[in-house]
C-alpha cells in the first residue's frame, strides 16, 4: 500500500453540495449545491473571493467536514458515506491537502514533515529518504530541509506543506490558496509543482486560488460566488 495506482477510474465526483454553519437567521450558507468534476490527469482551479466558500469546498471534498447534503464520491468510493475509520485509511493512502493554514508539525524538521505521510503508508526508510529529497528539491527547499517550521518564512513554510503532498502521488490533491503566501517567480514555480504532478497522469487535483497566474495553468477555472460555482 505506497502508491496509489494509476486507475483511470479514479474521479472526484460531487453532486449537489450543500453546507450551512448555524441556523435560523444567522445560517451561513457556505455551499449551496456544488457539483464538481476532476479527473485524474487534472487541475481544475476554484476561483472566488475570500468568503466565497473556497476552504468549504475543499474540505467537503477530502471528507473533512461534514456535508448538509449532497455526496462526494471518489472513484468508486463514496467518501461522503464513509465511516469515519475508513474516511481516516481513504485520507491517509489516497488523499492529499495543503491546508490554507500549512498545517505542518512544529517540532519536526521541514524533511520529517514531508516525511509524515510516507511513514503512514509504510514506505521503508530508504524510498522515504529519496523521495522526501526529492520533494524538497522540486519546491526548492533542499538548503531549509533540516529546519523546523518556526524558523521559516511563511512562504517557506507554504513549500514544504506543498511538498508533504505531492510526495504521497497522491490519487487526489486539495489545496488551499497554496502560493498565497509567495511572491509571484515563487508562486509560478509551485504551480509547474503541482501541474507536473498531475501530468503524472494519475492524480486529480482541486487548487483553489484568487491569483490570475495561477488560473493560467488550469485545464478549469470555476468561479465561486457566495456557495455557487457558475
Ligand atoms: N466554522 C464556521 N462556522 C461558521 N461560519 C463559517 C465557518 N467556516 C466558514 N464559515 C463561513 O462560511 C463562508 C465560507 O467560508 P470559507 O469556506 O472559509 O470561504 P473562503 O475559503 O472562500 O474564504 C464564510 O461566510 C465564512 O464566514
Ligand atoms: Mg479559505
Do not use: W
Not at 502521488?169 to 509547474?192: F, G, H, K, N, W
Request: aromatic share 2%; no cysteine.
Amino acid at each position: 500500500m505506497t502508491d496509489a495506482p494509476p486507475v483511470t477510474a479514479q474521479q472526484l465526483h460531487a453532486t449537489g453540495l450543500v453546507r450551512t454553519y448555524g441556523t435560523g437567521p444567522r445560517a451561513v450558507h457556505a455551499l449551496r449545491g456544488v457539483d464538481l468534476v476532476a479527473r485524474p490527469g487534472e487541475l481544475v482551479v476554484v476561483r472566488g473571493r475570500s468568503g466565497s466558500g473556497k476552504t468549504t469546498l475543499l474540505h467537503a471534498l477530502g471528507g473533512l467536514e461534514p456535508l448538509d447534503a449532497g455526496t462526494v464520491r471518489l472513484g468508486d468510493t463514496e467518501v461522503s458515506a464513509l465511516p469515519e475509520r475508513e474516511l481516516l485509511r481513504l485520507r491517509r493512502e489516497r488523499v492529499a491537502y495543503v491546508f490554507q493554514s500549512f498545517g505542518l508539525l512544529p517540532v519536526l524538521s521541514a524533511a520529517e514533515n514531508v516525511e509524515v505521510p510516507l511513514r503512514l503508508r509504510g514506505v521503508g526508510a530508504a524510498e522515504r529518504s529519496g523521495r522526501v529529497a526529492a520533494a524538497l528539491d522540486a519546491v526548492g527547499l533542499t538548503p531549509h530541509a533540516r529546519q523546523r517550521p518556526g524558523e521559516l518564512s511563511g512562504g517557506q513554510q507554504q513549500r514544504v506543506a506543498v511538498a508533504r503532498a505531492l510526495v504521497t502521488r497522491p490519487t487526489l490533491l486539495l489545496a488551499d490558496e497554496p502560493t498565497a503566501q509567495l511572491d509571484s517567480e515563487t508562486a509560478v514555480a509551485v504551480m509547474e509543482v503541482l501541474v507536473a504532478l498531475v501530468r503524472t497522469g494519475s492524480t486529480a487535483a482541486v487548487v483553489t486560488t484568487h491569483d490570475p497566474l495561477i488560473a493560467e495553468r488550469a485545464d478549469r477555472v470555476l468561479e465561486l460566488h457566495s456557495g455557487r460555482l457558475t
